[in-house]
């Protein structure tokens, strides 16, 4: 597809190296890995990750979602996952461009259309799916707009309307009208979410997440596990553990300070609770930090 090929040579200007990178465009993202990674600890937002070349894994809960270059995933609600760069080379690096999703915006344009309602039913929280050449397209014009400052504020939006105009008409369209619903069920575990995001580091309460979310704990445990594909107690362990093996790989703090940090008051629990997640305790990889410092100093990419 010609307009991957150009969106490529944009996006390699654009990234100096193995990161992810904020642009002069509020929302937009561009990520790139010269190389295959380890396993890394992430957390999704609500967003568009179009794959221009290279190839990544991503495991939420215990379901396993791939994609690579001339695909896109959507991402309804944040979900703590665990990301891996696949297929890279300095070559032919692994790029994405990633657009987080405003829920204002989707709803103003679902107002414009008239577009049918999205119904009670909650699907999983990512999906993926096939860039057909509208999409390219209009991501590569996106893009280029980065390298015309003058005309970026004034364009981009229009462009931006038109990406999710695009997205609405695909085979995502219900999923993302659930985002802009503003009280509906994806609103209500969003609710949920936030607080679990929010108060991560204290034990876990079920009757502070129904509060939150304005829901019955039998209709949010349903709910809440359909989206995100966990429980609210695996989400709230998952965040967890998540930022736990950030504070080891990334900023190599000892198994022991990086447990107490995100709440754990049982260094045995913790070891426990970690192995089960991530394959090893948490001491393996508190090794490889100390193996690794330059390899893993820079945080993974968020798609």
Not at 69 to 93: C, F, H
Not at 163 to 189: C, F, H, K, M, P
Request: charged content about 20%; overall charge neutral; hydrophobic content about 40%.
């Amino acid at each position: 597809m010609d307009s991957l090929n150009r969106l490529s040579d944009i996006l390699m200007a654009h990234t100096p190296g193995s990161g992810t990178f904020e642009t002069a465009y509020p929302r937009l993202y561009l990520i790139r890995s010269d190389q295959p990674t380890e396993p890394m600890p992430t957390h999704y937002v609500a967003a568009a990750c179009v794959m221009v070349q290279g190839a990544k894994e991503v495991m939420v809960g215990n379901h396993l979602y791939a994609y690579k270059g001339g695909q896109y995933l959507t991402v309804s609600v944040d979900v703590p996952a665990t990301g891996q760069v696949t297929v890279a080379s300095p070559e032919k690096p692994y790029l994405c461009l990633m657009l987080t999703l405003d829920a204002a915006l989707l709803g103003d344009l679902i107002l414009g259309l008239n577009a049918p309602s999205s119904g009670e039913m909650l699907e999983a929280s990512l999906r993926v799916d096939e860039v057909d050449e509208r999409l390219a397209d209009a991501c590569l014009r996106l893009a280029g707009l980065l390298d015309r400052p003058r005309d970026l504020a004034m364009l981009a939006p229009l462009v931006e309307r038109e990406i999710l105009y695009l997205l609405l008409q695909g085979e995502q369209g219900r999923r993302l009208r659930q985002i802009a619903a503003s009280d509906g069920r994806l609103t209500r575990v969003n609710r949920a979410i936030r607080w679990l995001k929010d108060n991560y580091s204290r034990p876990f309460r079920m009757s502070a997440l129904t509060e939150a979310a304005s829901m019955s704990a039998s209709s949010l445990h349903a709910h809440f596990k359909a989206v995100t594909l966990m429980s609210p107690l695996q989400y709230h362990k998952q965040l967890r553990l998540q930022e736990a093996r950030q504070l080891i790989l990334v900023h190599g703090l000892d198994a022991a300070n990086a447990g107490h940090s995100v709440g754990y008051d049982s260094p045995s629990q913790f070891s426990r609770e970690y192995k089960r997640l991530f394959g090893a305790p948490p001491i393996r990889d508190a090794g490889l930090w100390a193996q690794n410092r330059e390899r893993f100093a820079v945080t993974e990419a968020v798609s």
